[in-house]
């Protein structure tokens, strides 16, 4: 036999398998989300996602200085209020649970861990809709983005960096950066959720967030058929100015994760969300995989097919991983 290509000589030690991988992923690379709950005295424990909680005010500032020091490349922030009504006004209130967030994570980590803030309404409607509603029932998009404008402006207020606009409606990111530029606000970046699927795979975040979401959001999230509307919606989103976009879910898309990396020049980023998370920590429990190497696999994975960021509710314990293997 004429073996004069042998692939595996490279495959033969840890430390040459290790010299060759042409994918890593870094703590640098991981976004850690994470819910604070209004008035929580304490972690509130979220039953279809173990190891996940509700925050508090101290628990919050306290996952966040972890992050930090792991070397976490960011925080993404999302609220859990008290009140809620048809058009989202604690949303957009200077003391909304979200700007107070953002606060407590700036004073107990400086400018060393990048502070995502979720511009969406779901958290914060009676509905559960991620826009405010016409006299039919409907998704208003042109009157969201006037709510996304006011949101917009209390999240920069308070401090964030970032402002994740996952509502996906038309226009958002435009809207978005055109109020943000007019008050002075240019140094607030825009990640667009630009590709975000009407995914079954977001029903443990539901339950994170206490969402009351009557029907479906068909509507205005992608249809998991798609493919092509996805590289569309993704070219309006960079077009009207976002300075990251997102694919999400992240597992089950990851042919449109390669595209739309290969496609754009911003960082690409993807969310491996409440589901995906659940799946591997389900089958685990069961003793059906071996934890830490699906963890593993799924972010190699994601990494692999274009994302340089990747938003992970596994982010500190992963980046633990690396940094004290």
Request: hydrophobic share 45%; aromatic share 6%.
């Given at each position: 036999?004429?073996?004069?290509?042998r692939?595996?000589?490279l495959?033969?030690?840890?430390a040459?398998?290790s010299?060759?991988?042409?994918?890593?992923v870094?703590?640098a690379?991981?976004v850690?989300?994470v819910?604070?709950?209004?008035?929580?005295?304490?972690?509130?424990?979220?039953?279809?996602?173990?190891?996940?909680v509700q925050?508090?005010?101290?628990?919050l500032?306290?996952a966040?200085?972890q992050?930090a020091e792991?070397?976490?490349?960011?925080i993404m922030?999302f609220g859990?209020?008290?009140?809620?009504d048809?058009?989202?006004?604690?949303?957009?209130a200077?003391d909304?649970?979200l700007a107070?967030?953002?606060?407590w994570?700036?004073?107990?980590t400086g400018d060393?861990?990048?502070i995502?803030?979720d511009?969406?309404?779901d958290?914060?409607?009676?509905?559960?809709h991620?826009?405010v509603?016409?006299?039919?029932?409907?998704i208003?998009?042109?009157?969201t983005?006037?709510?996304y404008?006011?949101?917009?402006?209390t999240?920069?207020?308070?401090?964030?960096?970032?402002?994740?606009l996952?509502?996906?409606?038309?226009?958002?990111?435009?809207a978005?950066?055109?109020?943000?530029?007019?008050n002075?606000?240019?140094?607030?970046?825009l990640?667009?959720y630009a590709?975000?699927?009407a995914?079954?795979f977001?029903?443990?975040f539901?339950?994170?967030?206490?969402s009351?979401?009557?029907?479906d959001?068909?509507t205005?999230?992608?249809?998991?058929?798609?493919a092509?509307?996805?590289l569309?919606?993704?070219r309006?989103?960079?077009?009207?100015?976002?300075?990251?976009?997102?694919v999400?879910?992240a597992?089950?898309y990851?042919?449109?994760?390669a595209?739309?990396?290969?496609m754009?020049?911003?960082?690409?980023?993807a969310?491996?969300?409440?589901g995906e998370?659940?799946?591997?920590?389900a089958a685990a429990?069961a003793?059906?995989?071996?934890?830490?190497?699906?963890i593993t696999?799924?972010?190699i994975?994601?990494r692999r097919?274009?994302?340089?960021?990747i938003?992970?509710?596994?982010?500190?314990?992963?980046?633990?991983?690396?940094t004290h293997?």
């Open positions: 036999m004429d073996l004069t290509e692939p595996r000589r495959r033969r030690t840890a040459i398998r010299l060759v991988r042409e994918h890593r870094h703590p690379n991981l850690l989300p819910f604070i709950r209004q008035g929580a005295q304490a972690p509130v424990p979220i039953a279809s996602m173990p190891g996940v925050h508090s005010r101290d628990s500032m306290r966040a200085t992050a792991l070397g976490v490349g960011g922030l859990v209020p008290t009140d809620r048809a058009v989202g006004h604690c949303a957009v200077p909304s649970i107070q967030a953002i606060g994570t700036r004073e107990a060393a861990l990048p995502f803030a511009l969406c309404l958290e914060f409607t009676s509905h559960g991620c826009g509603l016409d006299a039919q029932g409907n208003d998009n042109d009157a983005l006037l709510v404008q006011q949101m917009a402006l999240l920069a207020d308070a401090g964030a960096d970032f402002l994740g996952s509502g996906m409606m038309d226009g958002q990111v435009g978005v950066r055109e109020i943000l530029d007019m002075g606000r240019t140094d607030v970046a990640l667009a590709a975000k699927y995914s079954a977001y029903g443990p539901r339950d994170a967030v206490e009351a979401l009557d029907g959001r068909n205005y999230q992608q249809d998991p058929a798609n092509v509307e996805s569309r919606e993704v309006l989103d960079v077009a009207q100015g976002a300075d990251m976009v997102m999400k879910p597992l089950p990851l042919d449109i994760l595209r739309v990396a290969d754009v020049d911003v960082p690409v980023a969310y491996v969300v409440s998370y659940s799946m591997i920590e429990a003793g059906f995989i071996d934890r830490q190497r699906a696999e799924a972010l994975a994601v097919a274009g994302a340089s960021i938003c992970t509710y596994w982010a500190s314990e992963v980046a633990g991983w690396l293997p």
